[in-house]
């Protein structure tokens, strides 16, 4: 079964702290995503990559950077964690002409 | 640029009524449009998607959904509502490869 795995499923860090959050897929995707959940707004795109070492924003990359080394990693990493992302983060890939597959998503709380 | 507007933040019904969840696109050209589900504490799950071919597009569980192109609406339904149905709902528009979420919609079902 194909999957996308996240590292962490809940996590918890102090402010300030730099936090990675990491992303697997299995499916030899060219394309992966980061989102990030909060209720009542749904998910919204933090960055997403459409090819090795390619990166570009979404529509709230502030505060955000991420790193894709290998094809089947994708990291997103926060460089000083504040409390206001404190959020759901899921992952996600996709392949044109295939599905979009998400992860289970990492339950980041910031304290 | 692509965005859906689900009309809806909280819809209630009754076990066994139908299921009506609202869902309006905006697109500049013919949309390729999703309903995820996600229920409580678990990923996301496609329901159905509509990719241009036939309008009225039946997904997993007993849903549909129809398109409507004068209406820019993307309506997901169900003739007779499940306990196990309460959850968030999800329409989602693709624009290039990147998913756009709506704000989602809980349906919760009463007994």
């Known amino acids: 079964d194909v999957k996308v795995t996240q590292s962490s499923r809940y996590l918890v860090k102090r402010t300030g702290e730099k936090v990675f959050l990491e992303c697997v897929q299995d499916?030899?995707?060219?394309?992966m995503f980061w989102y990030r959940q909060d209720p009542g707004l749904g998910l919204r795109l933090i960055y997403f990559?459409?090819?090795?070492?390619?990166?570009e924003k979404g529509d709230i990359p502030e505060g955000y950077s991420v790193s894709r080394e290998k094809k089947e990693r994708f990291s997103l990493i926060l460089e000083s964690a504040s409390t206001n992302q404190t959020s759901m983060y899921l992952c996600?890939?996709?392949?044109?002409?295939?599905?979009?597959?998400f992860g289970s998503g990492t339950r980041l709380t910031v304290v | 640029a692509q965005s859906v507007t689900q009309l809806d933040s909280h819809v209630s019904v009754s076990e066994g009524t139908p299921v009506l969840l609202r869902c309006n696109y905006s697109s500049s050209y013919s949309p390729s449009l999703f309903w995820y589900v996600q229920h409580p504490n678990k990923g996301l799950q496609l329901l159905l998607k509509y990719t241009s071919a036939a309008t009225l597009v039946k997904g997993i569980n007993g849903f549909e959904a129809e398109f409507k192109k004068s209406e820019t609406s993307f309506h997901l339904t169900k003739p007779s509502a499940h306990m196990s149905d309460a959850a968030e709902y999800f329409c989602?528009?693709?624009?290039?490869?990147?998913?756009?979420f709506g704000t989602g919609t809980r349906l919760q079902v009463f007994p």
């Open positions: 990559s459409y090819d090795v070492k390619m990166k």
């Open positions: 996600a890939s996709s392949s044109s002409g295939d599905g979009y597959t």
């Open positions: 499916m030899d995707h060219e394309n």
């Open positions: 989602v528009v693709v624009n290039t490869d990147k998913l756009i």
